[in-house]
């Protein structure tokens, strides 16, 4: 699972099958159906909640399991690997000398510098790969078909593919629901934009008005809720009382 694994799925270590309405463990596959509540101990979960539980429980954290992969997965090399779980249990630089094979502060802070590098060139090369398999615009005799104008430079979405993605999932009208929400990102983000829509920007919503309008396009309001946060299409205040569209 891991291998088709979105970088969202791998920060949180599950994945949520739209079709099953389930929540499965990226780590070992074990499966929670939405609507069910499981007893942990002396606690009572729902299904998302007790994934978290369950890879807390079984698997250590996200983190530790992710660390532990092979070279293949990671690339990262031994030290950077020991360096990484120091790191991540808030040590200072000269407990870390006490308790890794770094010879001295300095090379600690050169490792700290490396890995924030790596990660900085992590992004770029995301976003390259992003582009290179979205922003393609075929020309035919020097002329740019009129259909494939690309209308969202952030994601490479074209007009003719926004337009047969969405007649794809709202097979009852662009008014209608969605049945099974896409697994794809780009796919995804053009659904997601398109039930924005539904709201008007500049007003502020209750999470109640928010789920009432989702309900209209698709009945797992609560992830698509979720969504609309984690991709920055919404935003809400502290306490969750109100949401509103972010505006570009």
């Known amino acids: 699972m891991i291998d088709n694994s979105t970088l969202l799925e791998l920060q949180n270590g599950y994945r949520f099958d739209q079709h099953a309405k389930s929540y499965a463990c990226l780590f070992c596959r074990q499966t929670y159906q939405q609507g069910i509540i499981y007893p942990m101990g002396e606690v ?6 007790a994934t978290l539980v369950h890879i807390q429980q079984s698997h250590g954290s996200v983190f530790e399991t992710l660390i532990q992969l092979d070279k293949k997965y990671t690339g990262l090399s031994d030290i950077q690997r020991e360096m990484l779980q120091l790191f991540h249990k808030g040590l200072s630089d000269k407990e870390i000398l006490e308790r ?37 615009v075929p020309m035919k005799d020097s002329h740019i078909n009129k259909e494939e104008i690309v209308v969202d430079s952030r994601y490479g979405i074209t007009e003719n593919e ?11 009208g662009l008014d209608g629901a969605v049945d099974i ?13 398109h039930i924005l829509k539904r709201f008007d920007q500049g007003k502020k ?30 935003d809400r205040n502290s306490d969750g009382s109100q949401y509103w569209v972010i505006t570009d």
């Open 44 to 49: 009572l979960y729902e299904a998302e909640k």
């Open 100 to 136: 890794s094979s770094s010879g001295s502060i300095s090379t600690i802070r050169q490792h700290r510098f490396k890995l924030k590098e790596k990660e900085r060139q992590a992004k770029i090369f995301l976003a390259l790969m992003a582009n290179l398999e979205n922003s393609r």
């Open 162 to 172: 926004r337009e047969k993605v969405l007649q794809t999932y709202f097979k009852n």
């Open 181 to 193: 929400f896409p697994s794809k990102e780009k796919r995804k983000i053009m659904v997601l934009q």
């Open 205 to 234: 919503y209750s999470e109640k008005e928010v789920n009432d309008i989702i309900k209209t396009a698709h009945d797992d309001y609560v992830t698509v809720r979720r969504y609309f946060i984690e991709y920055g299409f919404m």
